[in-house]
């Protein structure tokens, strides 16, 4: 069975902000622990508990992104997290979907967070950080 890894790595993904970056190390592997687990055909009830640490962890984290966003005044910050909710919505959906009859969804919703961490942080988070270097604040 196909199995998402991520890979912390401090160049690619680093935003420069601690605080944030090390919440999306923990966020990686919070994914990759539901990934593991899918890995292993894990029941449908371990692997929603998973999921749900995922998105707990997920609704805080977006919180710290979205109040730092609105405090900075970044111009991006109602798309940011309007991008946030539609995640949380989507993942639950998914999450709903999932049943003992169709194993492939929980590879799926894996799939999915796994995907989004990574090109959420890549684009969409970096560019607080880049706003940020450039009015020369320095966050924490
Ligand atoms: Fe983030
Ligand atoms: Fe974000």
């Not at 055909?41 to 995922?54: F, L, V």
């Not at 709903?96 to 959420?120: G, K, Q, V, W, Y």
Request: charged share 30%.
């Amino acid at each position: 069975m196909k199995k998402f890894h991520l890979v912390w790595d401090e160049n690619r993904y680093a935003l420069g902000i601690p605080s944030l970056d090390s919440e999306h190390r923990s966020l990686m592997n919070l994914v990759n622990e539901l990934s593991e687990a899918v890995a292993q055909d894990c029941d449908c009830e371990q692997a929603r508990q998973k999921m749900e640490k995922i998105l707990d962890f997920a609704a805080m984290h977006f919180a710290h992104e979205e109040d730092l966003m609105r405090r900075h005044g970044f111009p991006g910050a109602e798309q940011h997290t309007a991008d946030h909710e539609k995640l949380l919505r989507e993942a639950t959906n998914l999450m709903e979907t999932l049943s003992p009859e169709h194993s492939n969804r929980a590879l799926l919703i894996t799939a999915f967070f796994t995907d989004f961490t990574e090109n959420h942080i890549l684009h969409e988070d970096r560019a607080i950080s880049q706003y940020l270097e450039k009015q020369g604040i320095r966050a924490d």
